[in-house]
């Protein structure tokens, strides 16, 4: 006989003839968890995301808009030799623990246990390996930013996708800065972003932090930029892009002084400001969507152009600052 168990139940059964309520033992909320085929499981604790979600989503009280998912399992692993990210990961493998999350011994281990995966290694170098287990397992995956350190691998990965049949989500939070909520994308004429744009050098430069800047710049601008050009200095990058239909977006990511997000949209009835950065809060809510329904709220195609933007300017970095096509990078990028 499990006396522990025995005695939380008995006093879960006091308190709840006191305050006239009905308490739920965190063993059958999970219970009911498995049954409704709402378990989340998380691939990589090396990032802070991974216990914003956990918090979010494990709450005593979660929000009703999760809809009852809960993560249930995590995989710790996660970068390697990224030390910032590796050193994060004894820590946050306690704090899981302590919201009912149980460590898988690997990705296999992890699928037995979950229905839909947050993939949330910090390093965009392993997704592609990470992801494809999950893809073949038939499980709708959310990758965290980057999608991955390099366009090829983009590109594979959503290849991956289209093979096995499952549609994946992609996105950084910042696609939900505040100050655009209610945009007519339709009248925007141009946009000015920025974001820290610190670097790491195991990924291209803007793929590692500066993508924060150039999804909130996608975000208002949409598809459709033919060629980028990029400034570049020891603190700061300034790329300019032009869209097929002559509108101008830049990115400008720091390097020094106070970091922060936000920007300017310019629209045919003013301009609004972009900030501040509005938290996980609304990202999680449409990955819950899309956990339940299968729809994605980034296209691939968008998905695939932030990347491309992102590649090329760094081959226009290469070149002493040189305007790049976009088309002749993805071309590029589906050859090698």
Same mark, same amino acid.
């Given at each position: ?10 006093l879960?059964g006091?308190?709840?003839?006191t305050?006239g ?6 063993s059958?909320?999970f ?5 409704s085929?709402?378990r989340?499981g998380i691939i ?10 956990t918090?979010?989503?494990?709450a ?10 809960k993560?249930?399992a995590?995989?710790?692993?996660g ?8 050193s994060?990961?004894?820590?946050y ?5 302590k ?5 898988a011994?690997?990705? =296999?281990d ?5 229905d839909v995966?947050?993939?949330?290694t910090?390093d965009?170098r ?14 709708r ?15 594979a990965i959503?290849? =991956?996708s ?5 549609p ?8 939900y800065i505040k100050?655009?909520e209610?945009l007519?994308k ?5 946009a ?15 793929f ?10 996608y975000?208002?601008m ?5 060629e980028v ?8 990058d300034?790329?300019v892009g032009v869209w097929?239909d ?9 390097r ?10 310019y629209?045919?009835?003013g301009?609004?400001t972009?900030?501040?950065y509005?938290?996980?809060d609304?990202l ?9 329904t ?14 491309t933007?992102m590649e090329? =300017? ?5 070149q ?11 071309a590029? =990028?589906?050859?090698?």
């Amino acid at each position: 006989m499990d006396l522990n168990l025995n005695r939380r139940k008995f006093l879960s059964g006091a308190i709840a003839g006191t305050l006239g309520i009905a308490l739920l033992d965190p063993s059958e909320s999970f219970s009911a968890v498995k049954e409704s085929g709402k378990r989340v499981g998380i691939i990589g604790l090396d990032t802070s995301h991974s216990i914003a979600f956990t918090k979010l989503l494990n709450a005593s009280e979660p929000s009703p808009k999760y809809k009852g998912y809960k993560i249930v399992a995590a995989y710790p692993y996660g970068s390697k030799d990224i030390e910032t990210s590796a050193s994060r990961i004894p820590g946050y493998i306690e704090e899981v623990k302590k919201l009912n999350v149980k460590i898988a011994d690997s990705i =296999a281990d992890l699928l037995k246990q979950v229905d839909v995966v947050l993939l949330e290694t910090n390093d965009g170098r392993l997704h592609l390996e990470q992801v494809v287990p999950v893809l073949k397992a038939g499980k709708r995956v959310f990758i965290d930013k980057p999608i991955a350190a390099s366009l090829k691998d983009t590109l594979a990965i959503f290849e =991956a996708s289209k093979k096995y049949k499952v549609p994946i989500f992609s996105a950084s939070s910042l696609r939900y800065i505040k100050g655009i909520e209610g945009l007519d994308k339709s009248k925007v004429v141009g946009a000015d972003a920025y974001s820290p744009a610190s670097l790491e050098k195991t990924h291209p430069d803007l793929f590692w932090y500066g993508i924060h800047g150039v999804e909130t710049l996608y975000t208002v601008m949409g598809t459709g930029c033919k060629e980028v050009t990029r400034v570049h200095t020891d603190g700061t990058d300034i790329v300019v892009g032009v869209w097929e239909d002559g509108r101008v977006g830049t990115f400008r990511g720091t390097r020094t002084g106070k970091h922060n997000y936000g920007g300017t949209v310019y629209t045919t009835d003013g301009n609004r400001t972009m900030g501040p950065y509005g938290g996980y809060d609304p990202l999680l809510e449409d990955i819950i969507e899309y956990f339940e329904t299968g729809k994605v709220p980034v296209t691939p195609e968008e998905t695939i152009e932030i990347f491309t933007f992102m590649e090329a =300017a760094d081959e226009s970095k290469r070149q002493g600052g040189k305007a790049v096509r976009l088309a002749d990078v993805l071309a590029k =990028a589906k050859k090698s």
